[in-house]
């Protein structure tokens, strides 16, 4: 059994959890430097980034995920959690934890209201899967080390190593590919 951290400050943290358990694993929240031991990956939910990256350092999270990150620990940003770990945030600098060579643009869907749902395939599960994208960012580049695992008309999840973004919200549908990915495949 593996334990999955999920940054708990806030967004769908107790969905996540639940894809976690769903998969026979074990989420561990993660709202302080002493969460993080023992841990084998992190997920970084949605939520508001701007938020969720003043908390990372106020908390002093951020160095020590970036001190893991460099030691190989998969992580996994979902919509904000993707805001988070971008290289560059377009026309803003960079996210908090910029591990991952992308260029991201905040909220590039439109609103809440411009909220949506897209079945798409993912080829490297050889499935459709189920896109929630709410207030969505856009990946707008990646880097020539970056992988595209799905896109619309640009990426919406990408892998670089160990670090996995998605800009859409797995955990609120009833799959589990993406959870089961990150877990499976990406922890060894």
């Known amino acids: 059994m593996k334990k999955i951290g999920v940054l708990a400050f806030q967004g769908g943290v107790i969905e996540h959890v639940k894809k976690i358990e769903e998969l026979g694993h074990i989420p561990v929240l993660v709202k302080k430097n002493e969460d993080l031991e023992g841990i084998d990956g992190l997920i970084l939910p949605g939520g508001e980034s701007t938020t969720i990256g003043k908390f990372l350092i106020e908390t002093g999270l951020k160095d020590k995920i970036l001190s893991l990150a460099e030691q190989g620990m998969p ?25 991952l060579d992308i260029v991201i643009e905040r909220n590039a869907y439109g609103s809440q209201i411009d909220s949506f749902r897209k079945e798409v395939f993912v080829p490297r ?49 009833s799959q589990n590919y993406w959870h089961s990915f990150f877990v499976e495949n990406m922890i060894k």
């Open 75 to 99: 992580m996994w940003g979902t919509c904000a959690g993707a805001i988070l770990l971008s290289k560059s945030i377009k026309n803003q600098g960079s996210g908090v934890l910029p591990l």
């Open 125 to 173: 599960f050889n499935k459709t899967t189920e896109c929630v994208f709410i207030r969505a960012p856009k990946i707008v580049d990646v880097g020539s080390n970056v992988e595209v695992l799905a896109q619309l008309d640009t990426p919406i999840a990408v892998l670089q190593g160990t670090i996995l973004a998605t800009t859409f919200h797995p955990e609120l549908t």
